[in-house]
């Protein structure tokens, strides 16, 4: 090329078209890395994102709060329960039967703190109630219901030493009126054998209950001269 064409107007033209040249090629190759670059990490991502079975699904965030709310109003399995056995009430009590013993009540009058003076004899009068809703029966008789003296240790006389005939009297004790029995002791002492000429109590302090059972009355303390 004519050097004097590339002066003037002329040669801005020339290395105009020289730099369009240039870039276009600069822009191909570009083009041609990038397509080099990212070709292997396109369509094959996404060949073996599909074929891995390592891959972790994707959770819809609709279906999984489905799920969490239905576990969460789920009814929970059945646990099987044990029923308390109830525990069934006594069967009312009829008229005639045996009294309870909770249901009565034993009391000694007399003899308390008395001084009985040489040749008197000591009077005692028992009481047994019956606090239950009916009617019951109970055996009074001097064994059943035995009436006790005694001196310290020293058992002196009682209503269930030889006894002679029918030991056993049963009673019907209505609620709330009382049975009462009035006894005597003549001071002598008593005992299992029986004998012929018991002795007689010498003086001093004594002490009379009545005994029935698992019940036992109140003491009663008196004095002889």
């Known amino acids: 090329m004519d050097p004097d064409t590339m ?13 369009s040249v240039l870039v276009a090629v600069l822009v191909v190759v570009a ?3 990038w397509a080099c670059s990212s070709g292997g990490s396109g369509p094959e991502r996404a060949s073996s994102a599909q074929t891995s079975p390592s891959a972790t699904p994707v959770v819809d965030p609709l279906l999984a709060g489905l ?3 239905a576990m969460g109003t789920a ?4 646990t099987p329960t044990t029923t308390p056995t109830a525990t069934s009430a006594a069967p009312p ?6 009294c309870a013993t909770e249901d009565l009540v034993l009391s000694l009058q007399g003899g308390k703190e008395e001084i009985y003076s040489a040749g008197a004899r000591p009077t005692f009068m028992v009481t047994l109630v019956n606090t239950g809703p009916v009617m019951c029966t109970t055996d009074v008789g001097p064994r059943a ?12 006389w009682s209503t269930a030493d030889c006894v002679s005939g029918v030991s056993s009297e ?3 004790l209505q609620r709330g009126v009382p049975y009462v029995r009035a006894l005597e002791w003549d001071r002598h002492r008593s005992s299992t054998d029986c004998r012929a000429t018991p002795a007689t109590a010498l003086p001093g302090t004594y002490v009379a209950t009545v005994h029935m059972g698992e019940l036992r009355s109140p003491k009663g303390v008196f004095h002889l001269r």
Request: proline share 9%; glycine share 12%.
């Open 31 to 33: 083009v041609v890395a």
């Open 75 to 78: 009814s929970p399995s059945p």
């Open 67 to 69: 799920r969490t709310l």
């Open 170 to 172: 049963i009673k019907k």
């Open 145 to 156: 219901m035995e009436v006790r003296i005694t001196s310290g240790e020293d058992r002196i």
């Open 93 to 98: 009590r009829r008229p005639g039967e045996p």
């Open 7 to 19: 002066r003037g107007d002329g040669g801005d033209v020339y290395w105009r078209r020289r730099m």
